[in-house]
């Protein structure tokens, strides 16, 4: 056990998250997300399961410990809604108050909005994929790494 770790934070994902350099990006994916497929083209090669976890808390865990780029002028991307498509999106605004709450709101103006296919490609381009069982659409997000 390790003081100060948050507990929803698996050894595998805590592994990833010091492998990972400045400018890499890791995947916070929702349950629909085509995660094993797009982490079998990631860099790492890697999916970090985290079944019946959703993303808002491992998001604000991965915040406790993840420093945003401060480099790039949105380090935190969403896959924008489709072209026509209703969906609600209140998952956006939980995100937005997890981000300004913690150590790293400084860096955070707005997301950036990626068009769908574009984020599958980026996400390709990702260190890692984490797969969660998070139900809402459109709650998949990308996070840049930045330096301490």
């Known amino acids: 056990m390790l003081k100060k770790i948050p507990s929803i934070l698996p050894p595998q994902l805590l592994k ?16 629909n997300f085509p995660a094993a497929s797009i982490a079998a083209c990631t860099v790492s090669k890697q999916v970090i399961r985290m079944d019946g976890h959703e993303v808002p808390p491992i998001l604000d865990a991965i915040l406790q410990l993840f420093p945003l780029d401060p480099y790039v ?21 939980e995100y937005q108050k997890i981000i300004k709450a913690s150590d790293e709101s400084e860096k955070f103006i707005d997301f950036e909005f990626i068009e769908r296919f574009e984020f599958y490609e980026r996400a390709k381009k990702a260190y890692a994929v984490i797969a969660t069982s998070e139900k809402a659409l459109y709650a998949n997000i990308i996070l840049k790494k930045g330096v301490l």
């Open 73 to 93: 002028e949105k380090p935190v991307g969403l896959m924008q809604l489709v072209s026509g498509d209703t969906v609600k999106t209140p998952i956006w605004d």
């Open 16 to 31: 990833v998250l010091m492998e990972m350099g400045h400018a890499d990006e890791i995947v916070i994916a929702d349950g």
